[in-house]
């Protein structure tokens, strides 16, 4: 075996491992006073969960025929009677969500934070509506079952969980980092 002529005799023998580069390395040439900014795609969580809210709408629009439905004890079977006041704020909050979350749902899958903030203030007030129907006598017997007091607590709390959740699905597009949202606020005209 002849000896190489190129080799000087410090190179790694020909059986050594040889390291590898995998990937595409990335090289960051910054000229002098230049600022470099690095652009990432919009997430898509805004789209995604603005496609969920405008389902959950349709879905919530479903409501308004509660006024045509009877309303039974689930243990006798017996027809409650429910206040009209109480119907018709169950109606009201079934159009409130209906169209809080259709048209935020809507600016959610246009990257418009506002959509965010009809979607969190159309939460809000639903609570605070079926709050109230409860207190007007909205309870589906379970003041009779439990007492008035106790089906109000009941109902107060699965609510306010259920909304907390509910927001807090809504909100990550505004907790998640690459966003892509505009700087949109329901109350900027307000200012």
């Known amino acids: 075996m002849q000896p190489n002529p190129w080799d000087d005799g410090m190179s790694a023998p020909q059986n050594a491992p040889q390291p590898m580069i995998v990937g595409l390395p990335q090289q960051v040439v910054q000229p002098m006073g230049q600022q470099i900014i690095y652009v990432q795609q919009p997430s898509s ?14 879905i919530s629009f479903l409501g ?40 935020g749902g809507y600016w959610m ?18 609570f605070m509506l ?39 699905l809504v909100a990550i597009p505004l907790m998640n980092s690459a966003q892509g949202l505009d700087n949109s606020s329901l109350l900027s005209p307000l200012k």
């Open 45 to 58: 969580s805004p789209k995604i969960l603005g496609i969920f809210v405008i389902i959950w709408g349709a």
């Open 109 to 126: 899958t246009e990257y418009q934070r506002r959509g965010i903030h009809l979607v969190l203030l159309g939460i809000g007030l639903s």
């Open 130 to 168: 079926g709050l109230a129907t409860v207190l007007v006598g909205g309870d589906g017997g379970l003041g009779n079952f439990f007492g008035d007091e106790a089906a109000f607590a009941l109902f107060a709390i699965i609510q306010g969980i259920c909304s907390v959740i509910c927001g807090l």
């Open 64 to 103: 308004i025929f509660s006024l045509f439905l009877p309303t039974e004890d689930p243990f006798t079977g017996e027809e409650i009677v429910v206040p009209f006041i109480a119907l018709a704020l169950q109606v009201a909050n079934s159009v409130l969500v209906a169209f809080t979350c259709i048209v």
